[in-house]
Nanobody, 123 residues
Framework: QVHLVESGGRSVQPGDSLTLSCHDS????????MGWWRQAPGKERQFVAA????????YYADSVKGRFTVSRDNAKSTVYLQMNSLKPEDTALYYC????????????????WGQGTQVTVSS
């Protein structure tokens, strides 16, 4: 069983940095690939980043490439999203999700989702 809880979201100014965390209280965290997704009001859920379970390969949306870094600590059952140079358009509810198989870039491939943590970037 996987139970994901995100934390770290808050209001920041443009250019600031922020790290989101997602902890899994289950016992099989290392068997799942983990993804970060976001959803802004009135918009569809958008892929942000993902990290594989086997070799820790990482994948990013073009809009965050070079600014965001996804990482995982299997010993702590936690995945992180380091966000630098934040922009107002990064404002969204950020979700972490776990999947056992399938593409990283399709929300329907993920088996478990957290409740989300809000990130607001505004001056």
């Amino acid at each position: 069983q996987v139970h994901l809880v995100e934390s770290g979201g808050r209001s920041v100014q443009p250019g600031d940095s922020l790290t989101l965390s997602c902890h899994d209280s289950g016992r099989t965290f290392s068997n799942y690939a983990m993804g970060w997704w976001r959803q802004a009001p009135g918009k569809e859920r958008q892929f942000v980043a993902a990290i594989a379970w086997r070799d820790n390969s990482t994948y990013y949306a073009d809009s965050v490439k070079g600014r965001f870094t996804v990482s995982r600590d299997n010993a702590k059952s936690t995945v992180y999203l380091q966000m630098n140079s934040l922009k107002p358009e990064d404002t969204a509810l950020y979700y972490c999700a776990a999947k056992y198989s399938g593409t990283y870039f399709y929300a329907g491939a993920y088996d478990y989702w957290g409740q989300g943590t809000q990130v607001t970037v505004s001056s």
